[in-house]
């Protein structure tokens, strides 16, 4: 019915669970029926950066509105393939093969499962093995082996 991949905020999450409850997927995408639902209060200052521009910050232009080449090629904009993708969490990393959706990252994840899933693409293994938790897991003994510590907190 649904996949979502790592954390939720338990809002978002229990949307999940009403979505699936209600048996929307014949109805809508997540992303729009999550875009129905109030959105929670925003934090009433940015996390600063040292390459974020200073104060005042010009927020009239909306940044969906870049122009964009698929990786099949087309032109669209960010905003509109984004929609086509379906991406539901911000951040998402969406890692392509030939063109062709091959994982995604939707929800925040520590260093270990970043380089985990970026290997699993490049190395290709993920065409073998579907489940990126066993793939993450055997990675982890190889790596092991060899004597590399593995914080996956870290």
Do not use: C
Not at 50 to 78: E, I
Not at 106 to 128: I, N, P, R
Not at 131 to 141: C, M, N
């Amino acid at each position: 019915m649904l996949r979502i991949n790592g954390y939720y905020p338990p809002h978002q999450f229990m949307a999940a669970l009403k979505y699936v409850a209600e048996k929307q997927e014949g109805r809508m995408t997540f992303p729009a029926y999550l875009a129905r639902l109030a959105p929670p209060l925003a934090k009433r200052s940015l996390h600063g950066e040292p390459f974020f521009p200073k104060p005042p910050y010009d927020l009239s232009k909306p940044a969906g509105g870049r122009p964009v080449v698929t990786s099949a090629g087309n032109k669209t904009t960010a905003r509109l393939w984004t929609d086509e993708l379906n991406v539901a969490y911000v951040p998402s990393a969406v890692l392509f093969d030939g063109g062709k959706e091959a994982i995604r990252i939707e929800a925040f994840m520590k260093g270990y499962h970043v380089q985990s899933v970026l290997d699993d693409v490049v190395s290709g293994a993920y065409k073998t093995q579907p489940e990126l938790q066993r793939f993450s897991r055997e990675r982890a003994d190889r790596l092991r082996e060899h004597g590399v510590t593995i914080d996956l907190w870290e």
